[in-house]
């Protein structure tokens, strides 16, 4: 079995898919800057590395204590909302340092001890593919993201290596409960309100489980699909259909 390197692997989404591929028989290496909540996922198959995929420093001592990857997933992501008359220049760089140059740091130290056959995965997001009210950084991010994968699908076919995305609608994770938090603040709403309000974007009336993110990454590293490059896995109920 591969080694497989997932960052912001601590949590939600990440801590999914590093279940589901240890328990599958891969060495698995989570990444993420708090020790902690690392380590509540850690064990057995799973090896814990703290650093933030925004320091090019950090992420080069991730991959060098990692060891070579056959799966490298960028999952690490952040967001915020605010109207766009209000986005600071602060708020705008946390978005693209985490977002997008995580994914880039990520990919390009991956791909540098990345032998043939081997798989590139961004974890996404819908805005990915369309833009979002009070979202436009974080949208810009994800953008630049599938501008990334991509392109650099076409740089790696010849050495059988993929690039791919997965673009999944709001997910059922700690990232969500914070915008839930977010649109009780600022409209009053309760929290059943403020789930119903996220959760009816989607035609199915729900959440996107992380179980469905981590069945798309598993799908994507297998065998099964060696000819899927440059694409966006969507999962988001038909939102964007």
């Known amino acids: 079995m591969s080694r497989v390197l997932i960052t912001g692997g601590g949590t939600g989404t990440g801590a ?42 950090q992420i080069a001592a991730i991959f060098a204590e990692a060891g070579p990857c056959q799966i490298v997933i960028a999952n690490a992501g952040v967001a915020e909302a605010a109207p766009f008359a209000k986005v600071t220049l602060d708020h705008w760089n946390r978005m693209i340092a985490t977002n997008l140059t995580g994914v880039f740091l990520t990919f390009q130290h991956g791909l540098a001890q990345m032998a043939e056959g081997g798989r590139l995965i961004a974890i996404c997001s819908i805005t990915g593919i369309r833009g979002a009210a009070y979202a436009a950084p974080y949208a810009a991010s994800k953008h630049g993201v599938m501008g990334l994968v991509r392109s650099l699908a076409h740089e790696v076919a010849k050495k059988g290596i993929t690039a791919n995305a997965i673009c999944p609608g709001y997910l059922d994770t700690e ?18 309100q403020a789930i119903a309000a996220l959760a009816g974007r989607n035609p199915q009336g729900r959440l996107i489980a992380p179980a469905e993110v981590t069945a798309a990454a598993m799908w994507l590293a297998s065998d099964a699909a060696c000819s899927v490059n440059g694409q966006a896995i969507v999962l988001d109920g038909g939102e964007s259909a």
């Open 16 to 57: 999914d898919m590093a279940r589901a591929f240890a328990a599958s028989g891969h060495e698995v290496v989570i990444t993420g800057r708090n020790r902690d909540t690392l380590d509540r996922v850690a064990g057995g198959n799973i090896r814990a590395i703290t650093g933030d995929v925004s320091n090019p420093d």
């Open 175 to 192: 990232m969500t409960g914070r915008s839930i938090a977010n649109v009780m603040e600022k409209t009053g709403r309760s929290r059943d």
